[in-house]
């Protein structure tokens, strides 16, 4: 591509990206899935804005698979490793190898030569990490049991990848082919041709040997020479400049670029300079990433497809199947309870991303056909669409009707004397508080609704009872007939304001004290008639204020004082904005408003006189107690 050429498949890239990948993520079904629709509507069978030469994209856009590899290895410091060892490399190890082996099976059923079935099974096996986190975080369940269980097969698979790399070209049924790096780099030879056996190994081992040495002993001084000269530019031009050469050694050696990569960022991981080469590195990585799954989404054949769509939802069924079921296998065998191991096998049950980097590069090596690898890449991007769908069945049908009865295999426990305050919730709110009520002498019965968390903390000497706090009769039997004071600390909100409604119906009495994450849900709290709403991250950013006022010279009681006014204004405004919230226009206006007041307030205290600063301490309260005392 070149002059108008080259900027106008820019644009219609760029534009492409900007348009399908927002609202896939408002669709919540991620950026890379958005990045894919983007490329089937751009392309051959969609508007047919790319043609032949998204091939030629789809290969310089690869090098953003090598940077990726690159940035996964910076975050897997050895001692993070060798901490996850046992799930990462057990029931990672597991349900990679258990389902590689039952596709490879499977295909070679359907008639497909060893060595293809071997490559089809090891790719398959593969999911998609950037849906699964993203999924879970959005739910906030990375670190339930089976959030933290998937992020553990998860890392052993993008681990996996590397060899994968390397497996492949060994199963190719002609000659073996460079990778597209060498090529670009010696378009007739590399440095291992023409050596024998022992001298390719030697060159390899070498090659590995320099990562490794450079990488720890030489590359932390040329980076602490470079970092001196204080120009960003360059140092985001030596982060390339690795990632590129080292890549190109690899190539020219006979191996992945991306295994090369990978292991120079282990080796970078626990370098000082880690955090700015990922900063330089990502929006490469990211960029180039992009192009490539719009690449990919505009090779997808609809032709193919459309000839034989019984094939690919068959393809789709299957592979969702077998995963599914030798995710639940290993979930029981690993001792899950039933609800986790459901969010655990919904997760994962789909193809993943590096599928489409492995059957371009399986495709490339001719280990699989042109045909197949159309079908298999359509099927791959249709079951992950499909994960959104899958957990949304999770969560709505299978988990309220089925999920919950191991949990109720656990009756909720007794609660023989009523206390004064109820604690819903025994997490980063609710714990602290509980603590400080504690060592006050003040009784309080804890309900937490995860079961694992409760036996955890009576192991560490902590009364808590296991139940469902929106439950009338749990919170009949928590004594809160008698109590004075119900502290809503759950991190399900849709739960909490249920519980919220349920005792405001039945126990008027109670005092409610509840914990927000966030101005919206203390919106929500206040509009359900709460009067007593505590943003968790709303006193802390107070005092990282006057901290800060005071790192710059402000005095202790005027940066106390500006603190204090600050709190009330925006406990005031909190309320008022929480009426308007439904009309954005009337919201905005009246949001505006606040601030500049705020600020003008801020300025007017900083004309006054110091002695009248000193009120800051709120001598004005001490004298009131004082006097009434």
Same mark, same amino acid.
């Given at each position: 591509m070149h002059g108008q050429g080259f900027f106008f498949q820019a644009f219609v890239y760029l534009g492409a990206a900007v348009v399908a990948v927002p609202i896939a993520k408002r669709l919540g079904l991620g950026s890379v899935l958005g990045y894919l629709l983007a490329g089937m509507a751009?392309?051959?069978?969609?508007?047919?804005?790319?043609?032949?030469?998204?091939?030629?994209?789809?290969?310089?856009?690869?090098?953003?698979?090598?940077?990726?590899?690159?940035?996964?290895?910076?975050?897997?410091?050895?001692?993070l490793l060798w901490r996850m060892r046992?799930?990462?490399?057990?029931?990672?190890?597991?349900?990679?190898?258990? !389902?590689?082996?039952?596709?490879?099976?499977?295909?070679?059923?359907?008639? $497909?030569?060893? =060595?293809?079935?071997?490559?089809?099974?090891?790719?398959?096996?593969?999911?998609? !990490?950037?849906?699964?986190?993203?999924?879970? +975080?959005?739910?906030?369940?990375? =670190?339930?049991?089976?959030?933290?269980? +998937?992020f553990s097969v998860l890392l052993f698979q993008d681990i996996a990848v590397i060899p994968m790399l390397a497996i492949l070209p060994l199963l190719a049924l002609g000659p073996e082919a460079g990778s597209q790096l060498g090529e670009q780099a010696d378009h007739s030879s590399s440095w291992v041709d023409g050596l024998p056996a022992w001298g390719q190994t030697l060159a390899v081992l070498g090659a590995v040997a320099g990562i490794f040495v450079g990488g720890r002993y030489l590359m932390r001084p040329v980076f602490r020479f470079i970092a001196r000269t204080r120009q960003s530019e360059i140092f985001t031009a030596a982060a390339l400049l690795l990632v590129i050469g080292i890549a190109l050694l690899m190539a020219q050696v006979g191996l992945s670029p991306a295994l090369g990569t990978f292991l120079a960022g282990v080796v970078l991981a626990d370098s000082e300079y880690r955090h700015e080469l990922e900063a330089d590195v990502a929006p490469f990585k990211a960029l180039l990433l992009g192009v490539f799954f719009i690449a990919v989404g505009a090779s997808v054949d609809f032709g193919l497809i459309l000839s034989d769509p019984a094939r690919v939802v068959a393809l789709v069924g299957a592979l969702i199947v077998i995963k599914f079921a030798v995710l639940v296998a290993l979930g029981r065998f690993y001792g899950m309870s039933f609800d986790q191991n459901l969010l655990f096998a919904f997760s994962l049950a789909q193809g993943g991303e590096f599928a489409?980097? %492995?059957?371009?590069?399986?495709?490339?090596?001719?280990?699989?056909?042109?045909?197949?690898?159309?079908?298999?890449?359509?099927?791959? +991007?249709?079951?992950?669409?499909?994960?959104?769908?899958?957990?949304?069945? =999770?969560?709505?049908?299978?988990?309220?009707?089925?999920?919950?009865?191991?949990?109720?295999?656990?009756?909720?426990? *007794?609660?023989?004397?009523?206390?004064?305050?109820?604690?819903?919730?025994f997490g980063r709110v609710g714990g602290i508080v509980g603590r400080l009520l504690r060592a006050n002498g003040i009784g309080t019965t804890v309900l937490e609704f995860d079961s694992d968390h409760v036996d955890l903390l009576r192991n560490l000497g902590l009364e808590v009872y296991y139940g469902d706090a929106s439950r009338l009769d749990l919170l009949r039997s928590a004594g809160a007939d008698k109590a004075e004071v119900i502290l809503v600390a759950i991190d399900d909100h849709a739960r909490a304001l249920s519980l919220i409604e349920t005792i405001q119906k039945h126990f008027p009495h109670l005092t409610i004290l509840a914990r927000a994450r966030g101005?919206?849900?203390? $919106?929500? %709290? %206040?509009?359900?008639?709460?009067?007593?709403? $505590?943003r968790? !991250?709303?006193? !802390?950013?107070?005092?990282?204020?006057?901290?800060?006022?005071?790192?710059?010279?402000?005095? *202790?009681?005027?940066?106390?004082?500006?603190a204090q006014k600050f709190r009330r204004h925006d406990e005031v405004s909190l309320r008022e904005l929480a009426a308007l919230r439904h009309d954005r226009g009337q919201y905005l206006s009246a949001a505006r408003e606040h601030i500049r007041f705020l600020e003008e307030t801020m300025q007017q205290d900083l004309t006054r006189p110091d002695d009248f600063k000193d009120l800051g301490w709120d001598a004005e309260s001490l004298r009131r107690e004082a006097d009434s005392g």
């Open positions: 751009i392309g051959p069978f969609g508007l047919g804005l790319i043609g032949a030469e998204g091939k030629d994209v789809m290969h310089f856009a690869e090098f953003g698979v090598v940077m990726m590899l690159f940035l996964i290895g910076l975050e897997l410091r050895p001692s046992g799930p990462i490399v057990g029931l990672g190890g597991l349900q990679l190898g258990v !389902t590689a082996a039952l596709l490879t099976a499977l295909s070679m059923a359907a008639g $497909y030569t060893w =060595n293809t079935a071997l490559a089809i099974g090891m790719i398959l096996a593969l999911s998609s !990490t950037a849906i699964v986190l993203q999924t879970l +975080a959005e739910k906030g369940l990375v =670190n339930s049991d089976g959030g933290q269980s +998937a489409f980097v %492995l059957f371009s590069f399986a495709a490339q090596q001719g280990v699989i056909d042109s045909e197949t690898t159309q079908t298999l890449v359509a099927a791959v +991007a249709v079951s992950m669409a499909a994960t959104p769908v899958l957990m949304l069945l =999770n969560d709505k049908l299978l988990q309220p009707r089925f999920g919950t009865r191991e949990q109720r295999e656990r009756e909720p426990d *007794a609660m023989e004397e009523s206390k004064p305050v109820i604690i819903a919730g101005r919206v849900e203390a $919106y929500e %709290l %206040l509009e359900a008639g709460v009067p007593h709403v $505590y968790e !991250t709303f006193e !802390t950013s107070l005092q990282m204020g006057v901290a800060a006022l005071r790192a710059l010279g402000v005095r *202790a009681h005027h940066a106390h004082r500006a």
